[in-house]
């Protein structure tokens, strides 16, 4: 079946502009998560959902970042106002359930620069 | 904060070869996973291993837990030129509240030589 997608796969913006970033997880998969990973480095997490729902939004790195999901479907993360430090791939990924023991399935991920 | 702590930090071998790889973490875990990431495919995967088992397989992967020790290892036997990517450790989530995602290391880069 279909895997995790995410749009677009290369975001170029300019400093100071708000960037969409869209996650489609898989069908049936009640947790997606948003992780963001800058160059050679290991990902850091940003959010979850839980349904609609992000129980702890603490991770996000400041007040510029929300995410959004409807239902248990589509997820959007925007970047407000960005920053060159913004520069990363931001991955999306979904599991069947929230929780440990569940294996996660990741998207090929956003690579956004901002010049 | 960082969880996992992959070593070495990059590897290169021959093709055939064993390759090993180290995960040490900070805090209790109930599992812990490994992941590999290469440009072709993205971020896989790769096997769980739970706080209660000590050594898990999986095809040509061997992974060992030592929770005394807070570290796992990874296991590669006759790599061959597909398995040159970047393999991470991931911890977590964590329920209770907190971070609740995975927690990943910097991970290793391993080189496969033809």
């Known amino acids: 079946g279909a895997g995790v997608s995410q749009s677009p796969s290369n975001k170029v913006t300019e400093k100071g502009k708000d960037v969409e970033l869209r996650c489609d997880p898989i069908?049936?998969?009640?947790?997606l998560y948003w992780y963001r990973q800058r160059l050679g480095q290991g990902l850091e997490f940003l959010i979850y959902?839980?349904?609609?729902?992000?129980?702890?939004k603490s991770g996000l790195p400041s007040d510029r970042f929300s995410a959004e999901r409807t239902g248990e479907s589509v997820s959007t993360l925007t970047i407000q106002r960005t920053q060159q430090e913004d520069s990363a791939v931001y991955l999306c990924a979904s599991s069947f359930l929230y929780g440990q023991g569940y294996e996660q399935y990741f998207g090929p991920g956003t690579r956004l620069t901002v010049t | 904060s960082q969880q996992g702590e992959e070593d070495p930090q990059a590897l290169s071998i021959q093709e055939g070869e064993n390759a090993t790889m180290n995960c040490s973490y900070k805090?209790?875990?109930?599992?812990l996973q490994w992941y590999r990431q290469n440009s072709g495919r993205g971020l896989v995967h790769l096997i769980l291993i739970r706080s209660n088992e000590r050594e898990k397989h999986s095809g040509r992967l061997r992974v060992t837990l030592d929770t005394s020790k807070k570290s796992s290892s990874l296991l590669i036997t006759a790599s061959r030129a597909a398995d040159t990517a970047s393999y991470f450790c991931?911890?977590?989530?964590?329920?209770?509240?907190?971070?609740?995602?995975?927690?990943f290391g910097k991970g290793t880069h391993l080189i496969i030589q033809p």
């Open positions: 069908s049936g998969h009640t947790a």
């Open positions: 991931a911890t977590g989530p964590y329920s209770g509240g907190g971070a609740d995602g995975l927690t």
């Open positions: 805090t209790s875990i109930n599992n």
């Open positions: 959902f839980q349904g609609n729902s992000a129980p702890d």
